[in-house]
């Protein structure tokens, strides 16, 4: 399906983590590689992976050789989560029709939410965002009519404050996964997302000062 594009933001420090949250482990993968099948199962087979410019971005184009992803280098690694999201969009071809865009650390969401979004772009919704038990939450939707849009988002709202400029034209989608909600901001986090997912704790241990 190459009229959708995934947009996978990377890029972030994970400061927070302690860990570069994109390669750990998760389940028999890691963080990165579970998000971008969940992409695919759920219909979207062109990936782009945003990482930070540094060598962390060399170690995730090493662990992705063999995903088939685009991978798109966000320059300035103290950046807002807007420029990512631009240069995910720049990487898109102009023949694609709209992107999913979601962090990385949203891997636990399944690729049936995913199917329902691109649903209801094909009936007619421009914008689209899960909702689960009236909370939103990601991965979201964008129609590349507002590509200029993506490339220009204010820094201090970012996507957020897009569909809130938008939100009559936006769609609310609700899904069955309390995934779209749930992030992994710190050790903790994962911990628990982890053992909620896989019903095991992680095997990679706790980094120091996390």
């Known amino acids: 399906m190459n009229e959708v594009f995934a947009i996978i933001l990377a890029a972030g420090r994970s400061s927070r983590m302690g860990a570069f949250k994109p390669l750990l482990p998760f389940g028999q993968k890691t963080v990165i590689q579970t998000c971008i099948d969940n992409m695919r199962s759920g219909g979207v087979q062109s990936v782009i992976v945003v990482a930070a410019e540094g060598p962390r971005s060399a170690e995730l184009k090493d662990q992705l050789k063999h995903s088939d992803v685009t991978l798109a280098i966000n320059p300035d690694p103290d950046s807002e989560m807007s420029a990512s999201v631009a240069c995910g969009v720049l990487a898109v071809p102009e023949t694609t029709k709209a992107v999913i865009i979601?962090?990385?650390?949203?891997?636990?969401?399944?690729?049936?939410?995913?199917?329902?979004?691109?649903?209801?772009?094909?009936?007619?919704?421009?914008?689209?965002?899960?909702?689960?038990?009236?909370?939103?939450?990601?991965?979201?939707?964008?129609?590349?009519?507002?590509?200029?849009?993506?490339?220009?988002?204010?820094?201090?709202?970012?996507?957020?404050?897009?569909?809130?400029?938008?939100?009559?034209?936006?769609?609310?989608?609700?899904?069955?996964?309390?995934?779209?909600?749930?992030?992994?901001?710190?050790?903790?986090?994962?911990?628990?997302?982890?053992?909620?997912?896989?019903?095991?704790?992680?095997?990679?241990?706790?980094?120091?000062?996390?």
């Open 102 to 210: 979601i962090p990385v650390d949203h891997a636990a969401v399944p690729g049936d939410v995913v199917g329902s979004l691109i649903s209801a772009w094909r009936e007619g919704a421009r914008l689209i965002k899960p909702i689960v038990a009236g909370c939103g939450g990601h991965p979201v939707l964008v129609d590349l009519e507002f590509r200029s849009d993506l490339l220009n988002l204010n820094q201090a709202h970012g996507l957020k404050g897009f569909f809130r400029e938008h939100q009559a034209q936006v769609r609310r989608v609700t899904v069955n996964s309390s995934y779209i909600a749930r992030d992994m901001d710190t050790w903790d986090d994962y911990c628990a997302l982890h053992l909620e997912v896989f019903g095991v704790p992680p095997a990679e241990p706790r980094p120091e000062g996390s």
